[in-house]
């Protein structure tokens, strides 16, 4: 299998609506973030149960009970770059106003990953003043999203 460069995979957000939280936009709908992105971090957290069982050896035993899929894309602010707009409009709000749809598609195109998510830690516009504006957020999955064979 060949090594695939990471700006391959593509990123891609959609307004939440929370009307129809499991109805997930069309492909048209999604904004790709990429634009001034040097930088996309996977924060995803995992939790897991070590406990020793007696039909082991007494030996603990790991098991992983939960997963949080989270990316952290970083770089410059571009305001008129829709899926950076739609991320910085989001920086005051609370609640189902910071939930958007989150895809992600693999560097080789042959599978996807859908599902909604919430928007945390916001920059958009902050760094030294002879520098560009910096941008960055950490958009976490609200459940495990969906798995499915990208079609042409």
């Known amino acids: 299998m060949a090594r695939q460069k990471n700006a ?3 990123h891609f957000i959609a307004p939440f609506d929370p009307l129809k939280p499991t109805t997930a936009p069309e492909d048209v709908d999604y904004d ?3 634009k001034y992105i040097s ?12 406990t020793p069982m007696y039909d082991g050896d007494g030996s603990k035993n790991m098991e992983v009970t939960s997963v ?6 970083e ?8 899926a950076q707009a739609l991320i910085a409009s989001m920086k005051y709000k609370i ?3 910071r939930k958007i749809w ?14 909604p998510a919430t928007v945390t830690d916001i920059i958009a516009g902050a760094g030294d003043a002879g520098e560009y ?16 064979a990208v079609t042409p």
Request: hydrophobic share 25%.
């Open 32 to 34: 790709e973030l990429a």
């Open 102 to 115: 989150h895809k992600v598609v693999s560097a080789d195109g042959a599978k996807q990953w859908v599902g």
């Open 8 to 10: 391959l995979r593509g």
């Open 39 to 50: 930088s996309i971090g996977d924060d995803t957290d995992e939790e897991t149960d070590d």
């Open 133 to 148: 504006e910096d941008f960055s957020c950490t958009i976490t999955y609200n459940k495990i999203p969906e798995e499915t």
């Open 95 to 97: 609640g189902d106003d």
């Open 75 to 82: 770089g410059f602010f571009d305001p008129e770059d829709p």
């Open 68 to 73: 949080s899929g989270a990316y952290s894309p």
